[in-house]
């Protein structure tokens, strides 16, 4: 089957938009059960994620850049940072990742919010 680019792209949109926006939703101050949730998820993500070539290279970018899971900020940061490769590896704009603090929004307001999830 032909590579269909459009096709790629939109999955890739959504897939950094899920991510960014969960790690907006994480805890300030997770739990070693929350962050240890988070580390799997995006190990599972790596593994799994429905484009080869998309999963090997971050599978390898992981080990490089291992997942930040201590903390919001930290969580966020380090995506925006490995979404940030990833533009750079396709000559991307790079993101101003000091601006990453409200771009997020799961338009969920406050509720579960002491659950940060
Ligand atoms: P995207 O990169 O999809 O970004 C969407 C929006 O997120 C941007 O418009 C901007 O508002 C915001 N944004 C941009 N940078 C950041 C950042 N650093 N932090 C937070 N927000 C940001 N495509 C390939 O062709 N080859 C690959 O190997 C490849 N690997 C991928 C690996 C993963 C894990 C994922 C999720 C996607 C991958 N993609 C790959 C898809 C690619 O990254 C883009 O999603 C796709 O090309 C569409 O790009 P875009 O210009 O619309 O913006």
Known sequence: KLENAT???????????????MMARFPEKPTADESQALKSYIQLFSRLYPCGDCAKHFQSMLKQYPPQVGSRNSAAGWACFVHNQVNERLHKELFDCNKIGDFYDCGCGEEDKTKGA
């Open 7 to 21: 096709a790629k792209a939109e999955l890739g949109r959504a897939s950094w938009k899920l991510l960014h926006t």
